[in-house]
């Protein structure tokens, strides 16, 4: 019988954080007290302007096929945008493709630039999707490790390290999932000249890019001189504009990329839905955008407060402070628990989700992570039930 499944097919990663969230679920489904910590999507719903250009747009009979690569009109606001926050001039026309999610930017990007057995460098830890896409494409992911000390930031070393003849691109993640880490300037400027050196492409997933706090500036490669050229932006609507359910992103990168995407993206779903693409215009231009994301920003960060303060109180227990996106990377090492065995207790005895940090590669291994976009209400009571686990987990230790 000839092998039923491809490559692609069979060695494909579960994401463990849906792998815990179905587990949290079905307990939940059997008691009403669960409080997750799982999932990373914002619990506001999407702002009530976007919601009604969206209505408009349907009302109005925009029902139909888009052109491949997105409406001219979104890609121009993209491109105003895109002006905005990396202060770069991208061509609407020949240097943004609109996408259908983060999670579609990151299977394109890596089908367009990926041969067989091209290798892509990234975190470990890294988001649990982010190693899946140049399996993908066909290609390899290689770990590099990522440590607290260091900011959960690459150190060049550990990149020298993994360097192969077959290294085409390094992903960067900032504000990072899971660790809430940002990236500072001098750490941005080591990695573009070790990118530049070794003629690597870099694919920056800006997922978080608005979620960021205490007024700290936020960094692209695209800022530094020279990295236009060998960069993609992956930008999504989902965190920043509370939509994650409309599935919208985009890409901003050199044209001859962007022209590859946009014919794998015309072989697979042709055109973003139409509707959608209109709501995007006004997540990114309406004037009533600004005030609700900046309001979900202040919320965010104050929730980070709260459990930045709560969870170092924890005997045993620590925590960076988080910098951006809403994720809190809880070191548990103290407790001489292993990661997958504190999620598993804590959710099954004490009916709170945390994903093990071992869900988002070895290196995970000692810390949980935390996803706070919830409520406080939930946020205050859940880890009260996590410093009642610790306490009887390690009741007798020394
Ligand atoms: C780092 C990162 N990139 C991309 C995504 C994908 O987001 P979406 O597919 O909703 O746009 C996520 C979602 O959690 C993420 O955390």
Not at 38 to 48: A, H, K, M, N
Request: charged share 25%; aromatic share 10%; with cysteine.
């Amino acid at each position: 019988m000839k092998k039923r499944i491809s490559r692609a097919g069979s060695c494909l990663e579960r994401s463990s954080i849906r792998l815990f969230f179905e587990k949290q679920c079905r307990i939940a489904a059997t008691c009403d007290d669960v409080i997750s910590f799982t999932i990373g999507e914002p619990d506001f719903i999407t702002p009530p302007n976007i919601r009604q250009a969206c209505i408009d747009a349907i009302n109005a009979g925009k029902t139909k096929y888009a052109p491949n690569a997105g409406l001219t009109e979104l890609k121009q606001a993209v491109s105003r945008s895109v002006k905005k926050i990396y202060g770069r001039d991208y061509d609407a026309e020949t240097e943004i493709v609109i996408t259908n999610s983060g999670m579609d930017s990151l299977r394109l990007t890596f089908a367009a630039i990926l041969d067989e057995g091209d290798e892509v460098l990234m975190g470990d830890p890294a988001w649990a999707n982010h190693p899946n896409h140049p399996v993908l494409a066909g290609g390899v992911s290689v770990r590099v490790p990522l440590y607290e000390e260091n900011n959960f930031t690459y150190r060049i070393e550990d990149l020298e390290k993994a360097l192969t003849p077959r290294t085409k691109a390094i992903l960067l993640n900032y504000p990072n999932n899971p660790t809430g880490a940002v990236l500072r300037y001098e750490d941005l400027v080591k990695i573009c000249d070790f990118a530049k050196e070794h003629d690597l492409y870099v694919i920056s997933d800006d997922a978080y890019y608005r979620i960021i706090f205490d007024n700290e500036k936020y960094w692209s490669p695209v800022m530094l001189e020279g990295m236009k050229e060998r960069t993609l932006i992956l930008q999504t609507f989902s965190k920043t504009y509370a939509m994650t359910g409309w599935r919208l992103g985009y890409i901003a990168g050199p044209a001859d990329l962007i022209e590859a995407i946009g014919k794998i993206n015309e072989n697979s779903c042709s055109c973003v839905n139409t509707m959608v693409q209109w709501a995007g215009i006004e997540a990114l231009e309406g004037k009533d955008t600004p005030a609700e994301v900046e309001a979900m920003v202040r919320e965010f960060q104050h929730r980070r407060d709260i459990v930045f303060d709560m969870i170092n109180k924890i005997p045993g227990l620590s925590c960076a402070k988080p910098r951006g996106a809403f994720y809190a990377f809880i070191n548990i090492k103290e407790t001489g628990i292993k990661s997958a065995d504190f999620s598993n207790h804590l959710l099954e005895k004490y009916h709170v989700g945390m994903t093990p940090g071992t869900g988002f590669g070895a290196s995970g291994e000692g810390y949980v992570r935390m996803s706070y976009a919830t409520s406080t209400d939930k946020i205050i009571e859940g880890i009260n039930r996590i410093a009642a686990f610790v306490k009887e987990e390690t009741k007798n230790n020394d």
